[in-house]
């Protein structure tokens, strides 16, 4: 099969395009001719040069292509609506099109958890409506969710969307790296109790999961929550990371409406500050930190023979060894 991954240069696309080649599969990257593909070069990756939102640079990408992978999306918490709208609405209304006109067998879209709402979550479904927060990429990614299924039922383009949690493992730079971090600095503090349950799922475990819902005769038109479905609670990852990492445990707690409080304050200044980078706190951290988020996969374990394999204390562990051996490439802010 000769497949398609946007987004390869990244977290999420680097480990399709990876579990890929070693499975004797082609891969063809659409890449910016500035992207680094060291990483890709060295897997044995192909490459089409161009955009998302370039539609003759997508097509010549799509030929001959059988499966397309999307993962290609602005992800910062800190842009524009504008700006994601254009990349991840427009961007992958570029990608659909070239691949309808292509007649590929398979549009697996990698969206978002975050499209069901920045509440608490107590068991939610796959099948539980959208919920618009104000904020630019959650929207984005319910517009393009919403895009993604509406070529599936205009056209008949084969198409599955894949929800993953907060996901974390080897070459990912923000969520593991910036709280072991904080941990390390002895800054971290609870937000609420930390008993809330934590969606966090192991890269491997994703991929396990998108890759069988590209070949999955049941995946066509349908939407899947992915986690690693541990029952986990941010109090349990938090210790489990200062078990690995040797850190001591934190005991400061802060109650929610203070830390909402002090996220308004300052996203208001950088707001009118023009900052470029978001403030400490933001209302995405603070969903991180304090609201339950439980989802029901059980229709992923069902369709696609999901079972998470990697626990996330074993994902922690491997995690932090590529942290050590990779100092240099992980960021911390």
């Known amino acids: 099969m000769k497949n398609l991954v946007t987004g390869a240069t990244g977290f999420v696309g680097s480990h399709i395009a990876e ?3 070693q499975e004797g599969e082609e891969v ?21 040069y161009g955009d ?4 003759e640079s997508v097509k010549t990408a799509m030929r001959g292509i059988d499966v397309v992978y999307h993962s290609a999306a602005l992800a910062d918490e800190w842009i ?15 990608l659909l099109d070239a691949a309808k006109e292509a007649k590929v067998k398979r549009f697996v879209f990698i969206s978002s958890l975050a499209v069901l709402g920045m509440r608490d979550h107590h068991g939610t479904d796959a099948e539980a409506p959208y919920h618009k927060t104000g904020d630019s990429y959650i929207d984005t990614k319910i517009d393009s969710e919403q895009l993604v299924m509406d070529y599936c039922k205009k056209y008949g383009l084969p198409v599955t969307v894949v929800r993953p949690g907060f996901v ?10 910036r709280l072991s971090d904080r941990l390390g600095k002895k800054q971290f503090m609870f937000v609420g109790s930390g008993k809330n349950k934590i969606n966090a799922v192991y890269i491997e475990n994703l991929t396990d999961a998108i890759i ?25 990852l938090v210790f489990n990371i200062v078990d690995i990492w040797k850190f001591d445990k934190p005991k400061k707690h802060i109650p929610k ?7 308004n304050i300052l996203t208001a200044l950088a707001r009118l500050t023009k900052a470029k980078e978001p403030p400490y706190i933001t209302k995405t951290r603070i969903k991180f930190l304090s609201l339950n988020l439980d989802f029901d996969i059980s229709k992923t374990r069902g369709d696609l023979g999901y079972n998470p394999r990697v626990s996330i204390e074993e994902g922690l562990k491997r995690t932090k060894s590529w942290m050590e051996k990779n100092a240099d490439r992980t960021v911390r802010h």
Do not use: H, W
């Open 257 to 263: 409406f203070m830390a909402y409080l002090v996220c």
């Open 212 to 236: 069988s819902a590209a070949r999955s005769e049941k995946a066509i038109g349908q939407k899947y929550n992915v986690t690693n479905d541990s029952g986990m609670t941010l109090e349990g």
């Open 19 to 21: 579990r890929l080649l």
């Open 52 to 55: 998302i939102n370039d539609l």
């Open 168 to 177: 974390f493992g080897p070459r990912d730079n923000k969520l593991i790296p």
């Open 28 to 48: 063809v990257a659409l890449v910016r001719k500035t992207s680094n593909t060291a990483f890709l070069s060295g897997i044995g990756a192909k490459f089409a």
């Open 80 to 94: 524009s609506k504008k700006e994601a709208y254009r990349v991840n609405v427009e961007g992958t209304r570029n």
